[in-house]
């Protein structure tokens, strides 16, 4: 660990305490958490982004938009916008933010919306709607989520256990116990069992939870608009790579099965792209003598692209966007899918109000 992040344990001490003080009075009752007569999956995770929960959510969407009039709710991270808001099918990231609008760009006939107050959200959304997914909402306490489920980046897990600002946890690792499924996410492909027995004691689950493991599945590129891209990468193109995401490792590594010569241009998380950092992109693109050349960035940072401000200078680009999907390891995901929809079919009529 560098050295400046030790010089930040007193901190992450005084914060571990006010969050562990909150835990205890939302456990016992102190603090109100509110359930609802309709089920509420949420989808969150310990640590600060990175850890899939987009596409878990979108794995829920497809299970689940057949059989049930659902919605998506979502603080709306990065928004100028305030309060209760359902997304357009013009959505951009400054009105919903950045994962909304992907949402809402994929699924146009589900509701997609965007509240701080997630009680609020829920009271709103449930007048029209038989299940609500919480995207990110772990640690929102004021809901009492019916089934949780809560992702672990793999290349996180043998990192120390430090909270924030030290460490990247929001919360100490023995939050987990409130999940009902554990999910080891962006695993490596054919993963040995060995490795699986060393995570699940890692772990260690109560006899109530159910664990589970992910890996990324990356899909064909497609251009901004969605549709399938006239692309593809090999051992001789050079790859312009923009991203704004909490973790782009995972994405350089696949990019480098095909080829060795990429240009990152790594922005922070939810980075608010200006027309500034497209002019650096476009004058290293055309100043690159590489016979093939591509633009890739991410389905999240594609909804930062489509700001109306950038549109002519993200216009003149061959910009393409890699899409990515979440797959259980092995047969693994049917029991997911059931023990999801089981809860579903229990819950949208047994679920009482409190």
């Known amino acids: 660990m560098k050295t400046a992040r030790w010089l930040l344990l007193p901190f992450s001490l005084l914060y571990g305490l006010v969050v562990t003080i909150r ?42 938009k057949v059989d049930n009039k659902l919605a998506t709710l979502s603080r709306g991270y990065g928004r100028a916008t305030k309060g209760y808001l359902t997304a357009t099918a013009t959505a951009t990231a400054t009105e919903t933010g950045d994962e909304p609008a992907q949402f809402k760009h994929k699924f146009p006939d589900v509701t997609i919306a965007v509240c701080e107050d997630r009680v609020a959200g829920i009271k709103r959304l449930r007048e029209e709607h ?3 997914i919480l995207d990110d909402g772990f640690q929102h306490r004021a809901v009492k989520p019916g089934f949780s489920i809560l992702l672990f980046d793999y290349a996180r897990l043998n990192e120390p256990k430090l909270l924030l600002p030290a460490g990247n946890l929001r919360e100490p690792f023995s939050g987990r116990w409130r999940a009902d499924v554990l999910i ?7 993963m040995a069992e060995d490795e699986h027995t060393q995570l699940f004691e890692k772990l260690e689950p109560l006899p109530f939870q159910s664990i589970f493991f992910t890996s990324i599945s990356y899909q064909p590129l497609h251009n901004l608009d969605g549709k399938r891209a006239n692309a593809r990468i090999d051992q001789d193109t050079t790859v312009f790579l923009l991203t704004g995401i909490a973790n782009a490792g995972p994405l350089v590594r696949h990019i480098k099965t095909f080829t060795q010569s990429i240009v990152h241009h790594n922005y922070p998380d939810h980075h608010p792209f200006s027309l500034k950092n497209i002019a650096k ?21 594609a909804q930062r692209l489509l700001e109306h401000e950038l549109q002519p200078a993200v216009e003149a680009l061959p910009i393409t966007v890699i899409p990515v999907m979440t797959a259980f390891a092995g047969n693994s995901g049917r029991q997911f899918d059931e023990l999801v929809k089981a809860y579903v079919r229990e819950h949208r009529t047994n679920h009482v109000i409190h």
Do not use: H
């Not at 205890?24 to 995770?45: A, T």
């Not at 003598?289 to 591509?294: C, D, E, F």
């Open 23 to 64: 835990n205890w009075l939302y456990d016992g009752g102190l603090l109100k958490s509110r359930s609802f007569n309709i089920p509420v999956i949420c989808v969150g995770n310990l640590d600060i982004g990175g850890a899939g929960k987009s596409p878990m959510t979108e794995y829920l969407i497809r299970l689940l």
């Open 184 to 190: 080891v996410s962006k695993c490596p492909e054919n």
């Open 281 to 301: 992109l476009a004058d290293e693109f055309a100043a690159c003598g590489a016979q093939k050349k591509i633009i890739v960035t991410t389905e999240k940072d």
């Open 130 to 132: 038989n299940l609500v």
